[in-house]
C-alpha cells in the first residue's frame, strides 16, 4: 500500500505553502541569483566552498563523539566512514546513511547533526559513508563503496548491532542506498534491511519530467543541473536506464519497506513517486510523503517545516522497531 499526501492542483501557487517554506524558497531563489553560475567553477572548488560553509547549504558541524572508521575494498582505496552511536539508550540496531550531493558533492560530516539527533530519537547506530566522487570516480566506484560499507556492517567488522538495519539517503544517496539494497539481493542473495528512508531520490538517469523542466530559476538544483549530474557520473557510452545504474528499471522485489518523500517543489519529484509506485508494485510496503511547497531536501535548512519532517523519519523508523520487536 501506499499512503499519499494530499497535493493542490497548483503546485506553483506560493499562497498555498507553509509560511516557512515560502520564506525559505523565497531566500533561495535570491542567493542563487546574486552568485555566479555554480558551474563556473571547477568541481574542486566547488567542492571546498561547500565544505567552508561559502555554498548554499549550511556548514558542517562535526559531532565530538563520532568514531572514524575505514572499510576494506580490495583493489580500491579504503572507503571511510563515520560511526556515531547513541549516548542517552543502548543502540539497538544501526541505520546506514549515504550522503547526497550529486554524486559530485558532498561528505559524510555534514550529516552529523542530523544523524546524532536521528541516534538518540530511535537508539540506531548511524554509519555515514565517504563514497568515491565523481568525475575523478565514476560509476560504479560509488555503489562499489557503499556495498563495502553495508557488507561491513552486516558481518560485523564494523562492531555495530544488526537486530534492527535500516539505509537512507538523500537525493543521490536515496539513490545509492536503493542500488546497494539491489546489489545485496542480486549479489549476496541478502535482503537483510528492516527499512530504507529514501529522501528525494534520483532514481532515473535518463530524467523524469520534472526532471526535464526547462526553467532555468534554481532553488537548491535545476534540470541543467541534474543533466550535468549524469553527464559527470556516468562513464561514456552507458545506457541511463540501464537498471544497474537507474534503480526504477529494476526488478525491486523483494526490497525493504520504504518511505519515500520530497517536496512538491523539487525537480526529482517524479522521480519519488514514479518510484514509491514501482516499489509497491514489486509487493514492498511503501509510504509516498510529498510536502507541499517543499524544494529539494528542504530539510536541510532548520525550517519548521523541515524540522517536522525529519520527526516524521524518525517517528517512522521507531514504528518499523517496534513492528519488529514489540
Given at each position: ?25 523565497e ?12 558551474w ?29 572508521h575505514f572499510?576494506?575494498?580490495p ?5 571511510p ?8 539508550r ?30 538518540e530519537?530511535?537508539g ?7 563514497y ?16 563495502a560499507v ?6 560485523g ?13 538523500e537525493s543521490?544517496?536515496?539513490h545509492l542506498?536503493?542500488?546497494?539494497l ?6 549476496d ?5 528492516h527499512?530504507?528512508?529514501l529522501?528525494a ?17 534554481r ?10 549530474f ?7 557510452g552507458?545506457?541511463p536506464?540501464d ?14 519497506p520504504?518511505r ?8 526529482l ?24 511547497g517543499?524544494?529539494?531536501?528542504f ?10 519532517s ?12 517496534a513492528?519488529?520487536?514489540p
Amino acid at each position: 500500500m501506499i499512503h499519499h499526501s494530499r497535493l493542490s492542483p497548483n503546485c506553483s501557487d506560493a499562497t498555498s505553502f507553509a509560511p516557512d517554506l515560502a520564506r525559505l524558497n523565497e531566500y533561495l531563489l535570491s542567493e542563487h541569483a546574486r552568485r555566479p553560475d555554480p558551474w563556473s567553477v571547477t568541481v574542486q572548488q566547488a567542492r571546498q566552498a561547500r565544505l567552508d560553509g561559502k555554498g548554499i547549504f549550511p556548514p558542517a558541524r562535526p559531532d565530538p563523539d563520532t568514531e572514524r572508521h575505514f572499510v576494506s575494498l580490495p583493489g580500491a582505496p579504503d572507503v571511510p566512514v563515520r560511526v556515531i552511536r547513541p549516548k542517552t539508550r543502548e543502540a539497538r540496531g544501526t541505520y546506514i546513511h549515504i550522503h547526497g550531493g550529486g554524486w559530485l558533492f558532498g561528505q559524510a560530516i555534514e550529516a552529523d547533526p542530523r544523524l546524532r539527533r536521528m541516534a538518540e530519537s530511535t537508539g540506531l547506530a548511524t554509519v555515514s559513508i565517504d563514497y568515491r566522487l565523481a568525475p575523478e570516480e565514476p560509476f560504479p566506484a560509488a555503489f562499489d563503496d557503499c556495498l563495502a560499507v553495508a557488507r561491513a556492517v552486516l558481518d560485523g567488522s564494523l562492531s555495530l548491532p544488526t537486530g534492527f538495519m535500516s539505509i537512507g539517503g538523500e537525493s543521490a544517496g536515496a539513490h545509492l542506498s536503493a542500488v546497494t539494497l539491489l546489489r545485496l539481493r542480486d549479489e549476496d542473495a541478502a535482503s537483510p534491511f528492516h527499512a530504507a528512508n529514501l529522501v528525494a531520490g534520483f532514481f532515473d538517469l535518463s530524467l523524469t519530467p520534472s526532471a526535464r523542466n526547462p526553467t532555468t530559476q534554481r532553488i537548491v538544483i535545476n534540470a541543467a543541473d541534474l543533466s550535468r549530474f549524469v553527464e559527470l557520473s556516468l562513464p561514456a557510452g552507458c545506457d541511463p536506464r540501464d537498471p544497474r545504474y537507474s534503480p526504477i528499471y529494476a526488478d525491486l522485489s523483494g526490497l525493504a519497506p520504504a518511505r519515500l518523500s520530497c517536496g512538491s517543489l523539487d525537480p526529482l519529484r517524479h522521480d519519488t513517486m514514479f518510484m514509491a509506485q514501482a516499489w509497491a508494485d514489486a509487493g514492498n510496503e511503501t509510504e509516498l510523503c510529498v510536502t507541499e511547497g517543499g524544494c529539494h531536501v528542504f530539510e536541510s535548512f532548520g525550517t519548521p517545516s523541515g524540522e517536522a519532517s525529519i520527526a516524521s523519519v524518525d517517528a517512522w523508523l521507531n514504528e518499523r522497531i517496534a513492528l519488529l520487536d514489540p
